[in-house]
């Protein structure tokens, strides 16, 4: 697989990452380990190079998988993890915490789950509107300095923000939602990233999974999945936002390719700086993803997708209204 570099970060990845999540949270009962295990592993054999993860996804176990999987590679991936929520509050219970301490804290424990010397890119999960951005990157800076660390990020954050933190350390990525049906980035995030050097890594690049085809308004979720609170989800929205997947499926059909991997040629071709983290638990999954890298999208393939997020409006909002109080603007 081809790399690309995030931003002037000098951070080389595939160009198709892995986000890890769905292997331990967020869609039902986890992945069992050996299986996650080795799915991990066959990505790595097929090129990928980028791996996503964060203490909240289990929480910790996530990281305790992917350290596991990724050991007999290390010298030869990118590992990504994240800081700045307080899991001291309980099951279910999600508080923010970017105070400097705690940033070392997750640092260290972070470094022990994933059995490794250094983090490749640590991202602020969220940002904490109680610590000011700049004793963030200070300690992250910090923290580079004394070699935990080698790249800053930052996720879901506001232009400001950005600008705020890069002036203390640079961003070496951002990692925001970004999809054919969320392109809310292109209004002032992407312009930002473009003026500092900023990489940009879209997550949920497949719209967790509606852009693939294979999710209509008769699907039922798997008690614990996240998608059965999410507005966007809901019956109604996903009969009225299946139209997007229709469009995007007779191009797909001219291109020979899938929803998903046209959905994923698309994100590649806004930037040679956009490096997706689509996840699965399913090798037919993770070798269609990595097919996406082969798939060329020209300029009338373009227009022809843009002239349909311009006549397809898409129902229903992300995020229920306590987690869209987590983003910052």
């Excluded at 806004?270 to 399913?282: A, E, L, S």
Aim: aromatic content about 6%; glycine content about 10%.
């Amino acid at each position: 697989m081809q790399k690309r570099k995030l931003g002037q970060s000098g951070l080389d990845v595939s160009t198709i990452g892995f986000g890890c999540m769905g292997l331990s949270s967020g869609y039902g009962a986890p992945t069992e380990r050996m299986a996650g295990i080795a799915l991990l592993r066959a990505a790595v054999e097929r090129g990928i190079t980028f791996f996503d993860t964060a203490e909240v996804y289990g929480p910790y176990v996530n990281e305790e998988l992917v350290g596991e999987a990724l050991a007999p590679f290390r010298d030869e991936v990118v590992i990504a993890t994240k800081f700045g929520f307080d899991l001291s509050l309980g099951a279910g219970q999600r508080g923010l915490n970017s105070r400097p301490e705690h940033i070392r804290q997750v640092a260290d424990q972070s470094l022990q789950r994933l059995g490794t010397d250094v983090i490749d890119l640590f991202y602020q999960h969220r940002v904490d509107p109680a610590v000011p951005i700049e004793d963030v990157a200070g300690t992250v800076k910090a923290l580079i300095d004394e070699g935990k660390i080698r790249h800053f990020g930052l996720s879901e954050a506001g232009v400001q923000t950005i600008r705020r933190a890069h002036a203390v350390h640079p961003v070496a990525a951002l990692q925001s939602e970004y999809s054919l049906w969320w392109h809310e980035p292109e209004q002032e995030i992407l312009p930002v990233c473009e003026e500092l050097g900023i990489g940009f890594v879209p997550f949920s690049p497949l719209g967790r999974g509606f852009l693939t085809g294979a999710i209509d308004e008769n699907t039922q979720f798997r008690a614990g999945d996240m998608r059965s609170t999410q507005p966007r989800f809901q019956e109604e929205a996903r009969k009225a936002n299946r139209v997007l997947v229709e469009r995007v499926r007779a191009l797909a059909a001219r291109k020979q390719a899938t929803p998903a991997q046209v959905a994923l040629a698309w994100l590649l071709a806004q930037k040679d700086w956009i490096v997706p983290i689509p996840g699965t638990t399913n090798l037919h999954r993770l070798e269609e993803n990595i097919g996406a890298a082969a798939v060329s999208l020209g300029e009338e393939d373009l227009r022809e997708i843009e002239t349909a997020l311009a006549e397809v409006a898409v129902e229903g909002e992300r995020y229920p209204p306590q987690l869209a109080a987590l983003i910052d603007r």
